[in-house]
């Protein structure tokens, strides 16, 4: 042992036994370590899978903390008013008197008051303008040829299935997904590189082809992203701010697609789909001389079935009411004849041609079969009751084709003669007393507005700059100075908007849209020099009362309704109607403000700029189809609901949240209980998901809003109808929709509101009268020979 020999060492079994192992021991514990391996990775699928369900639960979570937050602050505001008020009754907060503090003072504490009032006031949104010229009618270029990107069929049909997964994206056209595919172009990242940044401005809409990723929020890991998911898709629809970061955990491959070609994309394929539909109508020959915004609403109303090789459209004999136009495919004709047992062979019908016309007319019993001769079959339809609803009935349209009628459209000037005769008495009165006060501002400098005012208060401050109240040195004359820095016009590439809201203002004069009187601009600002409405913002008004009663919402409701009647008339869709944009002036009457996203449009054309509050919007300014003057009757509705309750409709913990509830609609939503039966009919009415079937957009126009049942009996609303110089239009439309049953104490009521509602007050200018009966009601107009005499 002492010579330095090493015993040798004697070979174990992986168990520690020592030994030699044979062939098929050994293959007996490979067997072993296999079934180990299997049982482990079991194991860590289930722990996975927990992880993953862990991790749902955690984003459930915070989703849920954010609204337990947003409901907290909303308490917070409520808890601040009610110390407020506690103050003002206990008096133990010592107030200054204004006349003892130095205006200095007075101004700053007025900007800070009135930037803590709008704390939680709804912002507006907008894509650049889709013109991007100041000249309105020349459309933007763009090929499609060019913005094209090739792919082989699996990254497509793996692109397809990934947008058509998005909540928002999977409510398109399939030709408008097929062309964003095709746009769609590679973008690469390194690992630790941001896709998005949180507070940057986001213009792409990605899809995640390889690597991973993670969403955070600030400091704050939010979850990861799922290959083969979109993500980012609010920055397609306007120009926003990030509000989380995307970070590449390994190198990652994504596809994008920016803002500008999905909205051409949009537009371009609408545009394409309404002019093939315009030319399938104007080769029906009771259709062809319709004009163009009968057409239009004819285009929007139209439908699309589908059948398939052998399927009836039409069946001999059956009576129909449904007008049809072969879109896509080819149909055959069989009539019963003499002599044959079967319907015979007459044609075929292809691409483009139509059948079914008469049923149009009236009650129409099929005189032939038509087949579908192959798959995949279309067929755009309108039923008889949505064609008289959007152009008229055939009498109508007869009328209308012989000469009788100029024109069915609801904005004609002959339908409203009487109106514009009634109301230039007041438009003439406005317009002198805009021509004096345009004449003293004319003589200001255009570049240094303040040489000739001095500010008195500052009245709200936002994003866009401030607006002040400031008065004529030297006179007891007001104004409102709406001050709009051009950075921020510039970085939010609003200039158009800008432009257009002046032009627009300059040439509105009505008692409820705020007048503008003259423009001004120096290095930093634009300046718009406007009505002094000091009646204060209906929104303030709305968030300290917490919700309106009926009768204060009619009133609301009636003038805006006037004042949409106004724009309309005058081709102006307004597309940002909401509390805050509605302020009261010295007699209490709302006025319209801000008309940044107002844009004249022609009769029966549509625009296509995403605009509008994110609450506010329409179903179709989300889904980027075109829209026209129904936006503005879809936010009314949502402008009662608001009024009545507090807050509107749809409102989610973020903007897409918004969008999905609004694009899942109204129809199935269940009311609160303080909205009656009459508003909810109103604010369903108004907000059909299909434009066409709006109130307000049917063949009578806005009129069917004034006669509704909600609004139209109220004595507040028919002080309106006066203001606006529209009584006979009130007296007509009251003897058309009461009830020939009506009895003398409704009778009553109304010659009450029209002897103390309306002025006359004097016994001779108005008259009741009842025999057993018949009723009838008489009203001498101020300044008319004329008695307007109802009898029922």
Known sequence: ??????????????????????????????????????????????????????????????????????????????????????????????????????????????????????????????????????????????????????????????????LNKNQFLKRLDPQQIKDMVECMYGRNYQQGSYIIKQGEPGNHIFVLAEGRLEVSQGEKLLSSIPMWTTFGELAILYNCTRTASVKAITNVKTWALDREVFQNIMRRTAQARDEQYRNFLRSVSLLKNLPEDKLTKIIDCLEVEYYDKGDYIIREGEEGSTFFILAKGKVKVTQSTEGHDQPQLIKTLQKGEYFGEKALISEDVRSANIIAEENDVACLVIDRETFNQTVGTFEELQKYLEGYVANLNRDDEKRHAKRSMSSWKLSKALSLEMIQLKEKVARFSSSSPFQNLEIIATLGVGGFGRVELVKVKNENVAFAMKCIRKKHIVDTKQQEHVYSEKKILEELCSPFIVKLYRTFKDNKYVYMLLEACLGGELWSILRDRGSFDEPTSKFCVACVTEAFDYLHRLGIIYRDLKPENLILDAEGYLKLVDFGFAKKIGSGQKTWTFCGTPEYVAPEVILNKGHDFSVDFWSLGILVYELLTGNPPFSGIDQMMTYNLILKGIEKMDFPRKITRRPEDLIRRLCRQNPTERLGNLKNGINDIKKHRYIFLCPENIEIFLKCGHLETFLSMLQRALPRHSVYPFWCFIFHLCCTSYSYKDQSQCGFASAGNSHQVWIKLQNKSQNYIFRL
């Open 1 to 162: 042992m002492g010579n330095g020999s090493v015993k040798p060492k004697h070979s174990k079994n992986p168990d520690g036994h020592p030994g030699n192992l044979t062939a098929s021991a050994l293959r007996s514990r490979v067997t072993e370590l296999e079934r180990e391996l299997r049982r482990k990775d079991a194991e860590i699928q289930e722990r996975e899978y927990h992880l993953k369900e862990l991790r749902e639960q955690l984003s459930k979570q915070t989703v849920a903390i954010a609204e337990l937050t947003e409901e907290l602050q909303n308490k917070c505001i409520q808890l601040n008013k009610l110390q407020d008020v506690v103050h003002l009754q206990g008096g133990s907060l010592p107030r200054a008197s204004p006349d003892k503090v130095p205006l200095e003072v007075q101004r700053k504490t007025s900007g800070l008051v009135s930037l803590h009032s709008r704390r939680g006031a709804k912002a507006g949104v907008s894509a650049e303008p889709t013109t991007r010229t100041y000249d309105l009618n020349k459309p933007p270029e763009f090929s499609f040829e060019k913005a094209r990107v090739r792919k082989d069929s699996s990254e497509k049909k793996l692109i397809t299935d990934a």
